[in-house]
C-alpha cells in the first residue's frame, strides 16, 4: 500500500505527516512509527503526526515522538498543520482543542490555558511548581507546567554552557516525573526576550519546541522575569508568546513545508 507523507518543519523542529482525513491507513504502532522517524534509516523527523477526521474539530491531530510514544501536545506541529488547513482551523488533540490562524508572523495557535498544579504536570508527589526543591547537576531549582504536554523549566545564566545532552536523559526519565517531562534550559535577555533550548521527551535536543516556548515563557511571567508578551529564540529561530488577561497562551511563528513523497507501507510495517 503506498502512503502519501508531507515532510514540514516549524524553525527546523521536523515532521512526516500523513493525512488519513480520505486515505485510510492501517492502525500506526511503535516500531512502524520509530522506522519512519528513523533518520538513515527511514524518512526521518522528530515527531511523526497523523491526521484524522474529528466530530467537532477541523481536524484531529495524533503526534508521535521518534521514539515511538504517543503525546498530547506539539505547538511546532500544530502551526504546520495550520499551513496545510489554510483558513482557521481547530485542531483536537489530546492535550486539548487548540486553534489556528494565519499571522502575518506565520501562523498563529491558540495553545489553551497553562496547568500548574504539581499533579496536572504530573509530578510523582506534591511539590510547590512555581519554586520545586529539586536538582541536577548545575540545573536547580526549576518550575513545572503543563501546556497539553509536560514541561519543567530551568532559567540560568547562559543557556548555551549547559551540558543538556547529558542531563536532559536523566532529568527526562526522573521517578519524579511519571509521565517523563520535556526539559526547558532558558536565560532572560531581557523583560522581553528569552533564549530557550529544549531537550524533548522521546527525542532529544530538537532546533525548536513550540510547547516549550509557551511553557518557559509562562513560567518566566508567573515568576515576574519577563512581561506577558515576549520572543523566545530557540537554536532554530524565534517564537512570539503571548499569555493573555483571558489566560489563554498565544504563539505565532513560521511553519513550512519541505517536501511531498511517497513511501510503501510494508517497507515499515
Ligand atoms: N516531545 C514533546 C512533543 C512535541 C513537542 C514539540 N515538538 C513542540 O513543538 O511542542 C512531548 O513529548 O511532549
Redesign the pocket.
Known amino acids: 500500500m503506498r502512503i502519501a507523507f508531507t515532510k514540514m518543519h516549524?524553525l527546523g523542529?521536523d515532521f512526516v505527516v500523513l493525512d488519513t482525513r480520505e486515505n485510510a491507513m492501517p492502525a500506526m504502532g511503535a516500531d512502524t512509527v520509530r522506522a519512519l522517524a528513523d533518520r538513515t534509516r527511514g524518512i526521518g523527523c522528530?515527531?511523526l503526526i497523523v491526521l484524522e477526521n474529528d466530530a467537532q474539530a477541523t481536524v484531529r491531530m495524533r503526534?508521535y515522538?521518534a521514539d515511538g510514544g504517543e503525546?498530547?501536545?506539539?505547538?511546532?506541529?500544530a502551526r504546520a498543520i495550520g499551513l496545510l488547513l489554510k483558513e482557521r482551523a481547530t485542531i483536537a488533540t489530546a492535550g486539548g482543542l487548540i486553534a489556528t490562524q494565519p499571522d502575518a508572523k506565520g501562523i498563529a495557535v491558540d495553545m489553551g490555558e497553562p496547568r500548574f498544579d504539581w499533579d496536572a504536570i504530573p509530578l510523582a508527589y506534591p511539590m510547590d511548581t512555581a519554586a520545586m526543591p529539586v536538582g541536577w547537576d548545575v540545573l536547580e531549582r526549576p518550575l513545572a507546567v503543563n501546556v497539553g504536554?509536560?514541561h519543567v523549566i530551568f532559567f540560568v545564566d547562559d543557556a548555551d554552557a549547559v551540558p543538556l545532552e547529558t542531563l536532559g536523559a536523566q532529568i527526562e526519565t526522573d521517578p519524579l516525573f511519571p509521565d517523563r517531562i520535556?526539559v526547558n534550559v532558558a536565560s532572560v535577555a531581557d523583560r522581553q526576550t528569552l533564549h530557550l533550548r529544549v531537550w524533548?521527551?522521546?527525542?532529544g535536543l530538537?532546533r525548536a519546541?513550540?510547547?516549550?516556548a509557551c511553557a518557559t515563557a509562562v513560567a518566566a511571567m508567573r515568576s515576574g522575569l519577563t512581561e506577558r508578551e515576549v520572543t523566545v529564540h530557540l537554536p532554530g529561530g524565534p517564537l512570539f508568546i503571548t499569555w493573555g488577561e483571558d489566560n489563554r497562551i498565544t504563539m505565532t511563528g513560521p511553519a513550512t513545508e519541505a517536501f511531498r513523497g511517497s513511501f510503501d507501507w510494508g517497507d515499515y510495517a
Do not use: L, W
Open positions: 516549524g523542529n522528530d515527531q503526534i515522538n503525546v498530547e501536545a506539539c505547538g511546532n506541529a504536554n509536560p520535556n524533548e521527551r522521546g527525542v530538537t519546541c513550540g510547547t516549550g
